[in-house]
């Protein structure tokens, strides 16, 4: 095929999942790097071609395994490169993606020539050394090396908890997602949808989610699962944030890496790679909603990602009904939901396969680099016949958000990165009130469960009679026993200065 020299490819790809054997995991602690080094070897043999000599970067998305200082130092050693360039990202699942775009823009102004991009976690074999004692002796960097030969940073860093948030313990995904979910269950209780119907989609969507990871070899957990067993609580599948069982929450307890291989079209062809090896990043797009969850002016709608969506189809010359392979991010429910609706896709609907893995929950949640292993997912598939696919990448509280759009195909414009940002910053937001006393209504509303499925912490979010939004927690057990039970939204209540919930 004739293509631009400088049209930036995806030409390998590479997934681990060490899944744990007979033995203890302190007997072999594996580490986050030497995942990743072996996915970067496996992408390298799928590209087909020799094994390049030059590598321009190497870029790891951060990880919370283990603090290596330069985490992209040690894989590169492990894996035998010497890349002319080091970066991390910051945190956010949204970075993966972000880190293709950046790549593809850079490969196509000639500023790279070749890049691999990995990522990955350890996470379970962390938790478990750690709960035996055990030093894992993980590498790190010499503080002295770091200071002097620091990694690149390809991100900003966003700022997602108000002071407010924080003082008041709101801050883990686990809290926020579950909240969304009750907004969206009150929306579409206006549409005539009732609770206990709308329970049952959402447990049949994560059903389909199962069944894809029941089929992926790469996946952490194999085993499709029927929508009452996801929605039903039990002592194996508890509840966490109602209506949240375990099931429905992102599994981070795991050991995954991925991997990429990037490159000019020029630089395959002369390393003679296959070109039905080639996948095309045709777009990309990056932006983020307004970043404190407070001040957005719905909890039901996420405009950045109808903006951001709908940019990435423009730039790629395409339409969302050209796409027969979407992947959206699927650390909760709610943000498939959220995401589909924003895009104008029907989360409930069974002919519409919205996970290319299985998500977060089913194929691994290995913190911020689950979408690597979509994107990986994606040019396997298109390398299958697919058209084109869709990759949306989420970080924070459906907060950041990177979109890619990739083809069999060059798009005819070649590929093209853009952001609606400033039109996202011009909508409106919502002043979130602190330390203010008076009447209310229920938004939004979760309760949070300890270990042995009882109610003990109730929190909401109230619309003020002023129209500011507040905080409201309860540790009271009546009360959080009571959210727990039903749809509380609309609900009157008050809230007292110290942001205590008051039925």
Known sequence: ??????????????????????????????????????????????????RPERVDLL???????????????????????????????PMGGNSPQALVNTTAASIASGELDLAVLTGGEAWRTRRRVRREGIDPGWPKVDPEVLESQPPEVWGEELTMNSEHETALGVYMPVQVYPMFESAIRARRGSEGVDPETHLEQVAAMWARFSAVAADNPSAWSQRALSAAEIRTATPTNRMVGAPYTKVMNSNNDVDMAAALIMCSAERAQALGIPTERWVFPQAGTDCHEHPLVSER?????????????????????????????????SCFPSAVQLGARAMGLDPYDAGRHLTLTGGLAFMGGPWNNYV????????????????????????????????????????????????????????????????????????????????????????????????????????????????????????????????????
């Not at 390998?12 to 007979?22: L, M, Y």
Request: proline share 6%; hydrophobic share 40%.
């Open 1 to 50: 095929m004739a293509v631009d020299p400088r049209t930036p490819i995806v030409v390998g790809v590479g997934q681990v999942t060490h899944r744990p054997g007979p033995q203890s995991v302190t007997d072999t602690p594996v580490d986050a790097t030497s995942l990743m080094a072996e996915a970067v070897e496996l992408a390298m043999n799928d590209t087909g071609g020799r």
């Open 59 to 89: 870029a790891v998305v951060n990880t919370l395994t283990w603090r290596y200082g330069d985490p992209a130092r040690i894989v590169a050693e492990r894996a035998g490169l010497t890349p002319a360039r080091r970066a991390v990202t």
């Open 297 to 329: 002016d719905r909890l039901d709608e996420v405009p950045a990602v109808a903006a951001g969506a709908s940019l990435a189809l423009e730039l790629a010359g395409t339409h969302l009904d050209e796409i027969d392979l979407i992947d959206l991010y």
């Open 372 to 503: 690597m292993h979509a994107i990986a997912a994606a040019v396997d598939a298109l390398r299958e016949g697919g058209e084109r696919a869709l990759v949306w990448a989420n970080g924070g509280y459906v907060t950041k958000h990177s979109f890619g759009i990739y083809a069999g195909h060059p798009s005819a414009t070649g590929f093209r990165r853009g952001s609606p940002q400033a039109d996202i910053d011009a909508l409106p937001r919502r002043e979130c009130a602190s330390g203010v006393a008076g009447p209310g209504s229920i938004e939004s509303h979760t309760v949070m469960h300890d270990r042995e499925g009882t109610p003990e912490q109730a929190i909401t979010t109230l619309i003020l009679d002023d129209g500011r939004r507040a905080w409201a927690l309860s540790d009271d057990p009546g009360t959080a026993a009571e959210l727990a039970r039903g749809d509380h939204v609309g609900r009157a209540v008050r809230v007292d200065s110290e942001a205590r919930l008051l039925l």
